[in-house]
């Protein structure tokens, strides 16, 4: 018997012991049983055509859900001629988020580079300058408000939640009191009433004629809300690090402003990126509560397509086409947190 | 608490006040603000949902771009917003939107406490079932103990729950949210029976893997007409709404068509005078243009015209005009005299 190559590594891992030797069996005649259909029926047997024609007939998947409406669901009411404004957009997006990912990058042209980036996305999005026609916010939709409102809603939440943790660990009385409720009332109520508040309720006590956008609107909502979770897993972070840590920082005669930046802050937000990464993603994906004030993200714009009879009956591609989408943002999420981690490991 | 007890009245107050400035002559504040802002459905075929270019389509959107047509002169300023079931009456009350065109069903306790009124119907439904060849059942009496499938939050979970204990029947309801899973749970068998607006059936039928295995049972159960609604009290603005979908139906009897409009601005006949505002007096009297009525057939159609091209029988959906036939034809569709 030998003890390297293919056959020493599948028996040092799969057939090791007969109880690992049933286990792999079944495994393997489980994905026996299951991958060979679902490949047939996603991709042997599929239709892509956007006529859908081939779709009542064959037995596969019916991809045509998708390419049909593709533009639909990826734009929403963006004027058909103009929706290579927002797929710019998002490409200049999601390009700055690849560039900034690298720590090695974070000097100040980044800086000025998502300033112009943001100005160009708002530019091309909204349009009314430099010969753009203007496109009302009320036709954003699909994509580009998805990612809108989570990148936008996560990037300020965060620091929100780390002041108010801050805040929640002073000594003033009123400012710990006043970030107290804060956090407590936010976290006792669900995202669905404080959009519905935001959408329904505010506007009522606005003084006549004051309209203030509602994609605006549901940002800071969703924003308030992440805030408040953030802030209880920094806070979370703050009392694990060292008593000692804080005592040597007073006796170098640092003030609060030096303390926290330069000793506190960078070990407790490291100690938490598992947690917030959490809280990001969960609150990445809360974003399609935005359906309920008639905000057609992308699930809903997914949604209303299948409404079609034309295509009712092929819900299961359309949602596996919307949920690869959210994966690939969230794997993302999750992945680059854990190279953050590795990168910020100092072995404490 | 008493700081309560005086902030509570304080806040119940200002909402009364700011709903109440909001009531103040809808036509005012339509033309102030330029566009009408029309609740529809978002998801209903035929009804109301956005095409796969993002275009608002259906019968309650073109009632919508009536009213704008007739206000405006132009269909198209109109903005949508999508209503749920259950939020489309309280976006109407709090002047969320002006007139809400969303296949809701006229009844009596809607007309009076939900503090709204309905105008004239622009269809009339009914509830059937749908159910496959296979179960061998010829009519809705024989469905006893039958699991049905239906759409929560509507007039139709009380339909079919009414029609089954009259007629002394049993059934398990399966409830679920939207259209297209209701569709997808009959398919697979978790249901014996769909039940939905007969206008439904057909459109749910036709997606089905095999179309030919499930009838739709001959029983109507139900007497669904669906209206557009106003708020309560501003009598110009229900008039408007009111005359508007009036017009289509009197403009298909009187013949007018969006395409031989500019010719019957001829006519010799002081109806169709009167109707395309050449006799003047229609418009004055609703605080309109006097082109009113034209404006609404040349550019958004008769009720035939609107009618074939979201659901009639060359659509997806496949609906026979029945009683959504004029009244010379057998129909309800009956307008009184212009003038």
Redesign the interface.
């Known amino acids: 018997m030998t003890n390297i190559g293919i056959i020493g590594w599948m028996k040092a891992n799969l057939f090791n012991g007969w109880f690992n030797s049933a286990l792999t069996l079944l495994v393997a005649y489980l994905l026996w049983l299951s991958v060979p259909p679902l490949v047939d029926w996603a991709l042997v047997n599929s239709s892509w055509l956007p006529s859908g024609e081939q779709c009542t007939a064959g037995e596969g998947a019916c991809w045509s859900v998708v390419t049909a409406n593709i533009r639909f669901i990826l734009f929403g009411f963006y004027p058909h001629d103009l929706q290579w404004r927002p797929l710019l957009a998002v490409v200049i997006l999601i390009a700055l988020l690849f560039y900034s990912q690298n720590r090695n990058h974070w000097r100040k042209s980044l800086f000025y580079a998502w300033m112009v980036g943001l100005f160009t996305m708002g530019l091309l999005l909204k349009g009314g300058l430099f010969g753009f026609a203007s496109v009302e916010s009320n036709l954003w939709g699909g994509l580009p408000l998805t990612l809108l409102l989570s990148v936008f809603g996560l990037t300020a939440a965060y620091p929100v939640g780390v002041i108010l943790a801050l805040g929640r660990q002073s000594e003033m009385p009123i400012i710990k009191s006043f970030c107290v409720v804060y956090i407590e009332l936010i976290r006792g109520v669900p995202l669905i009433s404080l959009l519905f508040m935001s959408s329904v309720v505010f506007p009522l006590f606005l003084p006549e004629g004051l309209v203030i956008n509602k994609i605006l609107r549901a940002q800071v909502a969703i924003i308030l809300f992440t805030a408040a979770y953030i802030a209880e897993v920094v806070r979370g972070g703050l009392q694990g690090v060292n008593k000692g840590q804080y005592e040597a920082a007073d006796s170098l005669g640092l003030n609060y402003l030096q303390t926290m930046r330069l000793i506190i802050l960078p070990q407790a937000l490291k100690i938490v990126i598992p947690p917030s990464v959490s809280i990001l993603i969960s609150a990445f994906k809360d974003t399609s509560l935005v359906v309920i004030i008639a905000l057609y993200d992308l699930l809903k714009t997914t949604q209303t397509t299948l409404s079609d009879p034309k295509w009712m009956g092929y819900s299961a591609e359309a949602y596996i086409f919307v949920a690869l989408i959210y994966f690939v943002c969230c794997f993302f999420m999750s992945n680059y947190s854990r190279r953050l981690e590795r990168e910020l490991d100092t072995g404490l | 608490m008493r700081e309560l007890k005086r902030v509570v009245p304080a806040v119940v107050a200002?909402?009364c006040l700011?709903?109440g400035?909001a009531m103040a002559g809808t036509l005012d504040d339509v033309k102030a603000k330029g566009f009408i802002q029309a609740g529809v459905n978002?998801?209903?075929?035929g009804f109301g949902?956005?095409?796969?270019?993002?275009v608002w389509r259906g019968l309650d959107v073109d009632t919508a771009r009536a009213v704008s047509a007739a206000v405006f002169g132009d269909a198209d300023k109109v903005?949508y917003?999508?209503?749920?079931a259950k939020?489309r009456f309280?976006a109407l009350q709090?002047g969320?939107v002006d007139v809400l065109t969303r296949n809701a069903t006229q009844t009596l306790s809607r007309d009076t406490d939900l503090g709204l009124d309905f105008v004239q119907v622009n269809y009339y439904d009914g509830q059937g079932f749908l159910v496959p060849k296979k179960l061998g059942v010829k009519s809705a009496k024989e469905l006893d103990g039958a699991t049905v499938c239906v759409l929560p939050g509507t007039t139709t979970e009380q339909n079919v729950a009414d029609y089954f204990r009259v007629n002394k029947m049993k059934m398990k309801p399966v409830v679920i949210e939207?259209?297209?899973?209701l569709?997808?749970a009959f398919?697979a068998g978790r249901c014996d029976s769909l039940t939905s607006d007969a206008s439904q059936l057909a459109?749910?039928r036709?997606?089905?893997?095999a179309p030919a295995d499930y009838i739709i049972l001959p029983e109507i159960i139900s007497k669904e007409p669906l209206a557009p609604a106003v708020r309560h009290g501003d009598n110009q603005w229900k008039d408007i709404v009111n005359y508007a979908v009036l017009a289509m139906i009197e403009a298909e009897e009187l013949g007018i068509t969006s395409k031989n409009i500019d010719e019957m601005m001829t006519s010799t006949d002081p109806r169709v005078q009167r109707f395309l505002g050449l006799t003047p007096g229609n418009g004055k009297a609703l605080g309109l243009d006097e082109k009113w009525a034209y404006n609404i057939v040349k550019q958004v159609g008769n009720y035939g015209e609107v009618f074939e091209r979201n659901v009639g029988v060359n659509t997806?959906?496949m609906i026979e005009r029945g009683l959504n036939a004029l009244w010379t034809n057998g129909g309800l569709m009956y307008s009184p005299p212009f003038k």
Not at chain 2, 42 to 45: I, P, T
Not at chain 2, 81 to 84: A, F, R, S, V
């Open positions: 200002a909402f700011s709903a400035v978002g998801e209903l075929f949902k956005p095409d796969e270019k993002g903005k917003t999508p209503l749920t939020t309280t709090s969320e939207s259209n297209a899973e569709a997808k398919f459109g749910i036709a997606v089905a893997p997806t959906l």
